[in-house]
């Protein structure tokens, strides 16, 4: 029997054992997933606090119940260690770790590069490595091929495999979730492919295979290039709209209605979230080594990069024309998520609002039911207040960054003298009403 046999029969059989690399959205519900099907399972983070918490059974994203994080580990199943060494005695890695951008602009690849250092140390005969960070296209082959397979004196498809699969996380959602999203599979050869899929195979529902690992590479920043363009069109039509005297709200409405050839996407103040304001801009900086320039996407970005500032543009005109400066003037931001009804902040836009209200000179204090403390890019910790209702009565402007859906819309809207909905989050309520401006 060789090398892919075997390790394809362990994998089908569940005997193989699994290491995840990174616990945070991504690793902790995929680890989750492959527990549930039967496999042993040993998260791999260097934050001891998330470690501490998974051995003790506790969750720390919201998608995955602490009931269910328990229950895998009192029956032995999931596991958590700061410890890359046991990764000698593992068949099969998933790396999960975070891919930001530079301040520049450009790629931080720190993080896959540290992992894939730290994994190339214990690499042997009959592993199988899914690299899932999302990246620019070409980082499976050219970064972790060479350390984990030439360097270890190993042969890629024969004695050890690797595949690019990108993460489909989308936080919040109970519809579409780690199981039951199709997975996309690209190995850097057929045979990686195949050993692979038929390992995500025994916990996913559906595995979609492609030709290679930039296949994969380059289907994930397709999607996410997708929804960043059609946000940055609609955030255009915004701010056209607003020229015009037309209701964007409306118009994208009745677009909505016909049932075929349109696509609803709605304005905003920004984009957030770790893929859509992200991963294109790996695309377009890798095209640049092609002497390539990306047109829709750096257009698309340059547009929802600026919403934040048109934003606080729109509010200060409409304080203006109700007799108030910003300067000075009580600001409360709802909402600092970057998406409803869930606790990630990673690049919100309400971070880029806060942060320039400030500069205006503004009185800026914030609301999140599920963000209690928060840093803006340049400012001290801010904390949540703590009674929502007074601090509406007491703000000259309330700006609706996020529209969770705890929110009693209706009461603030009562109480509040001045609102400016971001997200059109009033409704038919906040239509031709006095005291509302929309974006």
Known sequence: MNTKTNLIKQLKEKTARIAILGMGYVGLPLAVVFAEAGFNVTGIDPDGRKVEALNKGLSYIPDVPTETVAKLVNSGHLKATADFSVLKDIDAASICVPTPLRKTGDPDMSFILSVTEELAKYMHPGMVVVLESTTYP????EMLLPKLGAEKGLTVGENFFLAFSPERVDP???????????????????????????WYSQALKTIHSVSSAEAAEMAKLLENTFRMINIGLVNEMAIMCERLGVDVWEVIEAAASKPFGFMK???????????IPIDPLYLSWKMKTFNYNAHFIELASEINTNM??????????????RGKVLKGAK???????YKPDIDDIRESPALDVIGLLQKKGAEVSYHDPYIPH???????????????????????????????????????????KFIFDSRNALGKAGKNNPKVVRL
């Not at 919040?172 to 038929?198: H, L, Q, S």
């Not at 996407?265 to 893929?275: A, D, S, V």
Request: proline letters at 6%; glycine letters at 10%; charged letters at 20%.
């Open 265 to 275: 996407f709605t304005p905003g103040p920004g984009l957030g979230g770790h893929c």
């Open 138 to 141: 070409g980082t499976t082959r």
């Open 172 to 198: 919040g959602r109970e519809d579409w979730t780690t199981i039951n999203t199709p997975k996309v599979m690209g190995g850097i050869t057929a045979a990686c492919g195949e050993v692979a899929a038929a």
């Open 308 to 321: 934040p500032r048109y934003v606080v543009n729109r509010v200060m005109e409409a304080m203006n024309e």
């Open 374 to 416: 928060l840093h803006t890019h340049d400012g001290p910790e801010m904390n949540s207040v703590p009674d929502l209702m007074v601090a509406v009565r007491e703000s000259d402007c309330v700006i609706i960054v996020t529209d969770h859906k705890a929110y009693d819309y209706q009461a603030i809207l009562d109480a509040a």
């Open 331 to 337: 600001c409360l931001v709802l909402g600092a998520a």
